[in-house]
């Protein structure tokens, strides 16, 4: 089977979908963010999607879950959706299962969390005392404290903490998923020097390496984190020789093509971007490597959305369109593609010549252009 | 070349959607706008002589690392052609690369994608735009994959576009010099045999055709890219591999012209310069040869006159048996007259000799062994043909019969053939199959094991066989041919008795066991097992 990674148009949000080699799906984030009363909104019906692809594939679960943090625009609909264990509430017919929760330690001691939020924690706290089902990501000490006042025999749920410079278990590239996940965040650096959580810069940073005919395809996934957690990563990662667990060809743009996951400076026309984070961004990309920016589309110059303080920032998108054409790649934003009239989900397949979008004729069954049927 | 001379040239006026006339065209544009804005975005529709052209942004869904250099997203052109036509694709990309499985196209226009080696006539009736735009991006993708060589497909169908097709055996083109030859046109006119002019039978109508044969050595040998379109870009193209071509046919036309009268239909016939060349994959693998050839509308005795070796006559006054003479001393090449004359790009179909038949059956040797086969009844006279298909054996057929009514139930033969001897019969058949210089299938009317006058020829083909096939269904005959002196291999081939089952007996090749024993053995079978039972034509079960 061939392994796809797939976005979906969310305006400023995050899900993204990957189907592994051997049938298995991993979701990371999920934002349900379509107002269904509007008609004119052009997001993604994410659940409608997602269950078309769960029906297509005749299963009703997701091998794995990434919250990579649980800010409103990455999990958004997540009680709707999923059928949650720790409460019968959140358990019916429809409701999507989840054989493993990958949240974040902040999303397990953050105090006064709402909605969605306060959900995913409470299902990552269930699972964390049910000893299965999760893996957190933190360093193992950090959770230490907290579990030992919540009675929770720390030793007997070790191996569920997942800590920064190490492999999500249960993912190789030798085995049938040809995939692994290298965790880059949240890691021990800012945990140590942390009193308080911050939500963004302590999410969850990975790498996800593909294999397929012996070429190996990297998918950068950075969450929401701005320039100076991207910099320490990038410090962390030389000091280690990770560097080539920050090679990309792929790349999941931190925080919905924000200045600030660039550069302090949003800057005029293009974002100058942090030496730490420039090498990440030109020398750690791959010839003919993509940017997927997930986010509305980039606001014209001059235009209302061009002032806005919110992402997209022009200014930034500048910069990584003008680097990204340049390295024979293509920069795309979700809520632009095929059009910013009608966005649509997209996917790239993973193939032994790199990552290739995924494309098809519509209305043109798979065996139309294959030989005649028959010979004679 | 450049390309938007091209376009400005073949397609000079830019239309809307409602103009164009060719409802494929529309049905088409229209489509890629309400369907597949995904995969493609129209930016222009066209109209000239060659047709109309929508011309479109096309998303390849080329992988990162492509194995050529596809773009992302290239511009192409759809060609839809005035009649009913199979649309044709060109990439508007001066630049676009050479790859396996492109069309070839005239002098001056971009490279163009084949995306269908069905016929039209046979695409056309499941032809839809989703078809066409799923085509394109399935040959771009294989393309990118380096996966263009389907197993399903011809390596290199270069084909034309022309639509003219001549078909003559490879034993005349290695000997083009030595006969006269005619090009008979079908009822069409698109499909022409050529056959050396002795052969010409009645009032037919026939193109007086002089060929002049090339081979390129594959050292020599460059992809062909795009069709020579006159003489001069022909010779330039031959140039390229190492082919002189002015030059050799002013040693060949100077030749004729000195003795015109011998020469005289050949000096006025056309010219068709076959060129056999080696198909070279791009990455350089040979994949076997192909002919092509380029026919020109002028004769021969016109040509020699551009060459600068002939002049021509206004009267017989004037001498030259041709209409024709050599110049005394041989002037310059015109050059621009021979660019003057075009040159029709023509495929050349090899006729079905022993080597195409070989190739087409998977197989890489020519098996020309001399195989008898003893019977030329029911299953003899579908063996040996089905063999035959296969470029296999030199024959010897074997059989006193004669071919009665009730035969056409089981038999090759037709209706016309009742009352012919089956050994003539199916040599004739097998003679017919193949195209071989030498004897296919030669025929003796006797019955083996039996004294005749034949004895003598029947034990010479079989002494001299490499393979002997009893297809008697005779056990009188076979075990004749099991115990005769020959050193052959043996087989024996026969039908049940009820005829829904057939049944081979191969002795091994060192004849360690004969057919006696096989016969043996498979009575052994046919008496103890009971799924055999049908096979014996009695009831051993009651004993």
């Known amino acids: ?376 | 070349m450049d390309v938007k001379a091209w376009l400005t040239e073949s397609f000079d006026e830019v239309i809307e959607v409602d103009d164009l006339t060719s409802s494929a065209a529309a049905s088409f544009a229209r489509f890629v706008d309400r369907h597949a804005a995904e995969l493609a975005a129209v930016v222009a529709l066209r109209r000239g002589g060659a047709g109309e052209l929508v011309e479109l942004t096309f998303r390849t869904g080329r992988p990162q690392q492509s194995v050529v250099p596809i773009r992302r997203t290239e511009r192409i052109g759809v060609r839809f052609a005035g009649g009913d036509s199979m649309p044709f694709v060109y990439v508007l990309r001066s630049d676009f690369p050479d790859t396996a499985h492109q069309n070839l196209t005239a002098e001056g226009s971009p490279r163009a994608i084949c995306i269908d080696d069905r016929s039209w006539a046979e695409a056309r009736l499941t032809w839809t735009p989703a078809e066409l735009v799923q085509r394109i991006l399935a040959w771009f993708r294989r393309a990118a994959e380096g996966a263009l060589h389907d197993a399903r497909q011809p390596v290199d169908p270069l084909m034309f576009g022309t639509g003219y097709n001549i078909i003559m055996s490879r034993a005349l083109i290695d000997n083009v010099n030595t006969q006269d030859l005619v090009a008979v046109p079908d009822d069409t006119g698109t499909l022409m045999r050529v056959i050396p002019l002795s052969q010409l039978q009645g009032r037919t109508l026939a193109l007086p055709l002089t060929v002049a044969a090339y081979r390129v050595p594959p050292a020599q040998m460059v992809r062909l890219s795009f069709a020579p379109g006159n003489l001069g870009s022909l010779a330039d193209l031959l140039a390229a591999r190492g082919i002189d071509l002015f030059a050799d046919l002013r040693t060949r036309l100077a030749e004729w012209l000195n003795d015109a009268r011998t020469n005289a239909a050949r000096i006025n016939s056309c010219l068709a310069v076959v060129v056999e060349m080696p198909i070279i994959s791009p990455d350089g693998i040979q994949q076997g040869t192909d002919f092509r050839a380029f026919v020109t509308a002028e004769k021969v005795g016109d040509i020699a006159v551009a060459l600068g070796i002939a002049h021509k006559v206004e009267s017989k006054d004037q001498g030259g048996a041709a209409g024709f003479v050599t110049a005394l001393t041989a002037g310059a090449v015109d050059e621009a007259a021979l660019i003057a004359m075009a040159v029709l790009p023509v495929e050349v179909h090899a006729t079905f000799d022993r080597d195409l038949a070989t190739r087409l059956a998977g197989r890489a040797i020519p098996d020309a062994r001399k195989a008898v086969i003893v019977g030329g009844g029911a299953i003899g006279a579908h063996v040996a043909p089905c063999l035959t298909r296969e470029g296999r054996f030199r024959w010897t057929v074997i059989d006193d019969d004669v071919l009665l009514p009730h035969n056409l139930a089981r038999h090759v033969g037709f209706g016309g053939d009742v009352t012919r001897r089956k050994s003539e019969l199916l040599a004739g058949a097998l003679a017919s199959i193949l195209d071989d210089e030498d004897s296919v299938a030669t025929a003796i009317t006797a019955q083996v094991g039996v004294e005749g006058q034949q004895n003598d020829d029947v034990n010479a083909a079989l002494d001299g066989a490499d393979i002997i096939v009893d297809a008697s269904a005779s056990l009188l005959a076979e075990r004749f041919l099991s115990d005769h002196y020959s050193k052959a291999r043996r087989f024996s081939i026969f039908f049940s008795p009820a005829g829904d089952a057939a049944v081979l007996l191969a002795e091994p090749i060192d004849r360690s066991v004969t057919l006696r024993d096989l016969e043996a053995q498979y009575l052994r079978h046919v008496v103890r097992e009971e799924g055999m039972r049908r096979f014996g034509p009695i009831d051993y079960a009651c004993s």
């Not at chain 1, 193992?140 to 720390?154: H, N, S, V």
Request: some cysteine; overall charge negative.
């Open chain 1, 1 to 376: 089977m061939q392994a796809l990674v797939n976005f979906f148009p969310l305006g400023n949000a995050d899900t993204a979908r990957l189907d592994l080699a051997d049938g298995r799906k991993v979701l990371i984030d999920f934002a349900a963010m379509r107002c269904d009363d509007d008609e004119d909104d052009q997001r993604c019906d994410l659940p409608t999607t997602l269950r078309r692809d769960m029906d297509k594939a005749g299963r009703d679960y997701f091998d794995a879950v990434c919250i990579t943090h649980t800010d409103t625009d990455h999990c958004k609909g997540f009680g709707d959706f999923f059928w949650l264990d720790h409460a019968a509430l959140y358990q019916g017919k429809g409701r999507v299962k989840i054989r493993e929760l990958w949240v974040p330690a902040a999303a397990i001691l953050e105090e006064n969390l709402k909605d969605d939020a306060r959900l995913v924690r409470a299902e990552a706290r269930y699972r964390l005392r049910q000893g299965k089902g999760i893996r957190v990501f933190s360093r193992p000490e950090r959770l230490k404290a907290w579990m030992e006042a919540e009675g929770i025999d720390f030793e007997s749920r070790k191996h569920l903490i997942v800590d920064a410079g190490k492999l999500v278990p249960g993912y190789t590239l030798n085995g049938p998923e040809k995939v692994e996940f290298f965790v880059h965040c949240p890691f021990g650096w800012r945990q140590d020097e942390n009193t308080v959580v911050d939500r963004n810069e302590d999410s969850i940073v990975m790498q996800a390496t593909f294999v397929e005919g012996g070429r190996k395809t990297r998918l950068l996934l950075a969450s929401d984190v701005n320039y100076e957690t991207l910099a320490a990563i990038v410090k962390v990662s030389r000091k280690h020789g990770n560097e080539d667990r920050l090679a990309w060809d792929l790349m999941k743009l931190p925080h919905h093509c924000s200045y600030k996951s660039l550069g302090p400076e949003r800057g005029s026309n293009e974002t100058v971007p942090d030496p730490d984070v420039k090498w990440l961004f030109e020398d750690q990309r791959q010839p003919g490597s993509d940017i997927i920016s997930p986010s509305w589309p980039i606001p014209v110059k001059g235009s209302k959305a061009d002032d806005d303080v919110q992402p997209p920032h022009r200014q930034a998108a500048n910069y990584h369109r003008r680097i990204t054409v340049a390295h024979d790649g293509e920069f795309i934003v979700t809520m632009e593609h095929p059009s910013k009239s009608d966005p649509k989900p997209f996917a790239y397949k993973i193939t032994a010549f790199g990552f290739a979008l995924a494309l098809a004729a519509p209305m043109v069954a798979g065996t139309a252009a294959a030989a005649s049927p028959r010979a004679g």
